[in-house]
Structure formats: C-alpha cells, structure tokens
C-alpha cells in the first residue's frame, strides 16, 4: 500500500473531480465558445472551469497556499512559501481538434522545491503522481525511466523546433506534461523544449527525477521561459551532446 500525503491525497482528488467536465466536454467539442489567446493557443470554457474546480478543490485545504496557474496566472495568499501550479489542460490544441490526448497537471512548490506532482490523462484514465523522496507512481505502480544506452534505440519527444533541430528518433505529441509523464514512465527516453511554461513542466519534473531520470535545474529560468532536458540517467550525457547550441 503506498503511503502519500495528505496534500497528494487532495490533489488526486481535486484532479478526478476536474476530469468529469473535461470528460463531458470532449464528446461535445463543437460546442465549446472558443477564443484566441495567441499564436498556436486557445482558451476554452472548458480550460476555465477545470481550473475553477482545481482552485475550489485545492483551497479545501484551508492552508491559504498561494496558485499559479496557466489561465490566472499569480494568486497571492497568506502563504506565499507554498505554490499550488495548476495547468488544467495540458495539450489544449489536441483537445479541441477531438486528439485524445492531453492532461491535468498539478504541482504544489515549497519556495524552488518542488514537493509533489499529479499529471492526470482522464481519456486513459491514468494517474501519474510523485513526491519528493517517495517515488512515481502510474496508478499506484512504481514507475522507472528506460535504460536503454543507445541513442538508436530510444525515443524522444519535444515541440516541432525541437523535431526539427536534431537527427534523434523524434515525436512531437502536443503534451508536455504527458511527455514527461512518459519519460517517468520509460515510455519515452527523453524530453526537451525551449521556452516553455513553469505549469507545463513542474509535475513532470519532479516526476522523472523521482523515476530515476535527469532534469536540468528549471529554477534558474523565468517561469514563462524554461528550457527544459529531461532524460533517463542511462542516455542524460549524450542526450545533451546531440543539443549542443539548442
């Protein structure tokens, strides 16, 4: 039986909670109000109200944390140490366009420490879920990155800058957060983007770490401006010899 925090414990919750309006709202994506907000990037009513849900859910705890999230940005609380990082769908594009292929990811931060991390994929029902010294997790199963040791054999994923940029066995799927979820998991080998956001990448980052695998430090980027190499530790080093000027 694994042991997770009461923290975890609400997290899971809050996730399977937001998953019932994701859910419903897939099988009806022609009716969803969308609008712009940017290049390559939509807003649904559905992304706003999965976060109104996390935030509710989250807030239960009574602890006053304070929230980052992609639709919100910066909610500033009593405790300000103590960061919940929300992206209520992760691979927003995939969602509209009827791709089952996207997530829920929460990550909760202690001042640059990242404490715990969910990603939650509704369509598969899959639950990826970590902390700090504890392990990853795949519905309860613990997860370990690959170790494979040659670059031929593996299996990378980035953004279509990232596809072009290298000559590695690519794939570019639209979610980051279920990239490293996958990286974790052993599905895939390795993981990098430049530019990313903090909510893309905080779960899985600590989730890959907690696997076994490689991150670079995130905390010295700007929250809106990561870039990002993850990666089992079998492949980490040659990994970063193929994205050299990358």
Not at 179 to 193: C, H, K, T
Not at 220 to 238: G, L, M, T, W
Request: with cysteine.
């Amino acid at each position: 039986m694994i042991s997770i925090s009461a923290n975890l414990n609400i997290m899971i919750k809050a996730a399977e909670k937001a998953s019932k309006s994701i859910i419903r709202d897939f099988g009806e994506i022609e009716k969803l109000q969308v609008s712009k907000k940017g290049p390559r990037d939509f807003v649904t009513k559905t992304d706003k109200q999965v976060e109104k849900i996390l935030i509710e859910e989250l807030s239960k705890t009574k602890k006053n944390y304070s929230f980052l999230t992609e639709e919100t940005g910066i909610i500033k609380n009593k405790d300000k140490e103590n960061t919940w990082i929300i992206d209520p769908i992760d691979g927003t594009t995939n969602f509209l366009h009827g791709i089952p292929h996207f997530a829920i990811s929460i990550a909760l931060k202690s001042k640059d420490e990242l404490l715990s991390g969910l990603i939650f994929d509704p369509i598969k029902d899959e639950m990826f879920f970590a902390e700090k010294d504890k392990g990853a997790f795949l519905n309860n199963q613990r997860l370990r990155a690959s170790n494979k040791n040659s670059l031929e054999e593996c299996l990378f994923s980035s953004n279509i800058e990232g596809v072009k940029f290298c000559n590695l066995n690519m794939r570019c799927s639209g979610s980051a957060a279920l990239d490293l979820a996958y990286v974790a998991s052993g599905r895939l080998d390795g993981y990098f983007q430049n530019k990313i956001n903090l909510w893309d990448v905080a779960a899985g980052a600590l989730m890959i770490k907690e696997a076994g695998g490689i991150v670079n430090d995130i905390n010295e980027f700007d929250i809106n401006n990561i870039n990002i190499k993850a990666s089992s530790a079998a492949i980490y080093d040659k990994m970063l010899k193929n994205l050299d000027n990358f």
